[in-house]
């Protein structure tokens, strides 16, 4: 899900201090539990002393006498209160006179072992009950947990799955719904038409999988396609998201997911639908550390997908973002043998997206939906739907009745780059290095054939800590990219590192980013595109996780990993130079443009154009000075 678990926050906060005062009591009561009980047991009591005891035994008064160690207690015959006198015994004093007295007046008396009534219960059942009780609080108060749904509830409620579940009846969700991903809906349209008619199939004895598995980045829609499956086929939905799953109490999972297909199973056909399903399904190796709650849970799991019939039409959906690191029982044949992959939107994504967006906005003329989605390649469609309605909210704060492209646009910066910062002001001489360095990234990318075009540069700092930047913006979607067209990136990202250089002979901190893009573009290269000659076609990082940030991890001798970073540092170098070069060559075009772009703050990548083929034109001799 794109929205981080509100659930979860909810539940500690206002439960603590309930938790804390039942702590405080169990203490108390562990501490003092004895005299309380009995206390609240026994009717009233009195001391009294040894020789008042005599005397009541003497003039036969007394009913009834217990003789303990320390001291003796009974209780008077005319008393109808019956209050328990209590007299501390007298050391070494002989009891057998008493006793002997007692027995002449024909009252009933017993020795007591342990010195108080009713001890064995509360010693031995009460108080380990309250300390266990305690105890775990404590540490469900530690571990920074309140139990669910309120209070203590989670202890009384151990193996009832409550609250978590969520059960949607109608989702109400269609797959017009959801633009763009084709080809995962053409995946899940046959699990529709199961649903719809599952006769259909078990009559030719055709088995249908039990699951399948949504794999992409977060916000590409997988919760959304879901929801789409049980909308289009008009059965309800169970969800329930995989890091709920991981709780305090071992086998509290289990017994959750017992109960999840139990009730699905009441309503068949049903979909379930596990988010994050990679919190219980990780692979059971040590690798990531063993948590025996989560095993439990996940052989639970395991046992209900193959425990129940799929005749029936329960169908479960999981979505993760990491395949790769889900135990391999899960992916058996009959399990989650399906993987629908769904993909961060193409161009045409994005705009069908958009076009869903905004289908209940009231967009104002020059609102252009392809240009938009032109300038927004790599978001997902949660950043696009969140795009649209800050857009909304924009227009609302102006006070205007329909949105504008102007909203969209900064809209996209806000989401993407954080808002801008009118107020943050930089000294002149910086805001010149700013204006210089980012005219140096644009201007590279301008002269150089295999660049992406310039679509706009800006020296408007912005909270994301930018102090400016070149948006580039691909004409077209692409798949393939040519080691030209990465080298040149490279020289576009070192440009601005290089009018830093060759216009005020100095090195600033504002290049740290570049740096680090073009230092990761070019390991890869090196290492895994097989771009350099002194590696050659041997890759030596292996990419793990190719859904989330495709992280790679090298894979080769020592040595070899020397050379490969002594390559990078070639690579770098050289395009560092090219670069440079390429800014000397053009020194005075660079100081127009800076110049332009120092008092508008914000030029577009025509604007930028103009300057450049006005130049080239110059060049030839066909105009004069401007
Ligand atoms: P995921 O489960 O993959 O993290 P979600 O399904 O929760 O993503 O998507 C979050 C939100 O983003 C959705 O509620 C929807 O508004 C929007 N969204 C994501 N993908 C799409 C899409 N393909 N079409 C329309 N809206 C989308
Ligand atoms: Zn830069």
Redo the contacts with the bound molecule.
């Keep these: ?2 929205n981080p678990d509100p659930k979860n926050n909810q539940n500690n906060r206002p439960f603590k201090l309930p938790i804390l005062l039942l702590i405080v009591a169990a203490l108390v009561l562990t501490l003092f539990g004895n005299r309380i009980l009995d206390w609240f047991l026994s009717s009233e009591q009195k001391e009294v002393s040894y020789d008042t005891f005599l005397t009541a035994v003497a003039e036969d008064q007394i009913k009834e006498v217990d003789i303990g160690e320390e001291y003796i207690k009974y209780i008077l015959r005319d008393d109808e209160k019956e209050i328990e006198y209590y007299a501390y015994r007298i050391p070494d004093s002989d009891i057998s006179d008493v006793t002997n007295m007692l027995r002449r007046n024909e009252v009933s008396f017993q020795g007591v072992y342990a010195e108080e009534g009713g001890s064995f219960f509360v010693n031995w059942i009460l108080m380990p009950a309250i300390m266990i009780l305690g105890l775990s609080l404590l540490m469900r108060l530690i571990m920074g947990r309140g139990g669910e749904g309120g209070g203590f509830g989670g202890i009384g409620s151990i193996g009832k799955s409550k609250a978590k579940v969520y059960m949607e009846k109608e989702t109400g969700v269609t797959f017009r ?5 084709d080809e995962a809906k053409e995946s899940l349209e046959e699990i529709i038409d199961f649903l719809h008619n599952p006769k259909k199939y078990t009559d030719i004895g055709a088995k249908l999988p039990k699951g399948a598995l949504l794999v ?1 980045s ?8 879901a929801k789409a499956v049980a909308g289009e086929a008009h059965v309800p939905f169970f969800s329930i998201s995989g890091s709920d799953f991981v709780e305090m109490f071992v086998g509290v999972g289990a017994s959750r997911v017992r109960d999840l297909f139990k009730e699905a199973s009441k309503v068949a056909p049903a979909i379930i639908f596990i ?1 994050e399903i990679d919190a219980i399904g990780r692979s059971r190796d040590s690798k990531f550390g063993g948590n025996d709650e989560r095993e439990q849970t996940l052989n639970q799991l395991l046992a209900e997908i193959d425990g129940f019939d799929s005749s029936k039409g329960v169908v479960i959906l999981a ?1 993760t973002n990491r395949p790769e690191i889900l135990d391999k029982a899960l992916l058996r044949a009959g399990r989650f043998d399906r993987r629908i992959i ?1 993909d961060r ?1 193409n161009l045409e ?1 994005r705009y069908q ?1 958009l076009q ?2 905004t289908r209940n906005i009231n967009l104002a003329d020059d609102v252009d939906l392809k240009k938009l989605a032109q300038a927004t390649a790599g978001a ?3 950043d ?2 969140n795009l649209v309605n800050e857009a909304a909210l924009r227009a609302v704060r102006q006070g205007r009745k329909a949105v504008n492209q102007e909203d969209l646009l900064v809209s996209f910066e806000v989401v993407i780059a954080g808002t801008e910062k009118k107020g943050t002001v930089l000294t002149d001489i910086e805001k010149r290095i700013v204006a210089y360095h980012e005219v140096g990234h644009a201007l590279v990318a301008a002269l150089r054939k295999h660049a992406q075009p310039v679509s706009k540069i800006t020296i408007v700092p912005h909270t994301s800590g930018a102090l400016g930047y070149t948006m580039q913006m691909p004409e077209e979607e692409k798949y393939l990219r040519s080691k030209q067209e990465l080298l040149t990136e490279l020289e576009t990202l070192l440009g601005g590192r290089a009018a830093e250089q060759t216009v005020f002979g100095i090195q600033t901190t504002g290049a740290a980013n570049d740096i680090q893009r073009a230092t990761e573009l070019a390991r890869r290269m090196v290492t895994q595109f097989g771009m350099s000659e002194k590696i050659g076609l041997m890759a030596l990082a292996a990419t793990q996780n190719e859904y989330l940030d495709g992280q790679a991890y090298m894979d080769c001798a020592q040595s070899t990993a020397a050379d490969a970073d002594s390559e990078v540092q070639k690579l770098l170098n050289g395009c560092y130079e090219t670069a440079r070069a390429l800014l000397q060559e053009n020194r005075s075009l660079l100081d127009e443009i800076a110049l332009y772009l120092l008092q508008k703050e914000t030029i577009t990548g025509d604007e930028l154009m103009a300057y450049v083929n006005a130049d080239k034109l110059r060049l030839k001799g066909e105009i004069g000075e401007i």
């Design positions: 899900m794109a719904d959801v633009a763009g991903q992409g977060p916000g590409t829609g997988k919760t959304l396609l988010d979505a769904v939107p994504g997206t869903v967006h997902v469609g949660a696009l739907a």
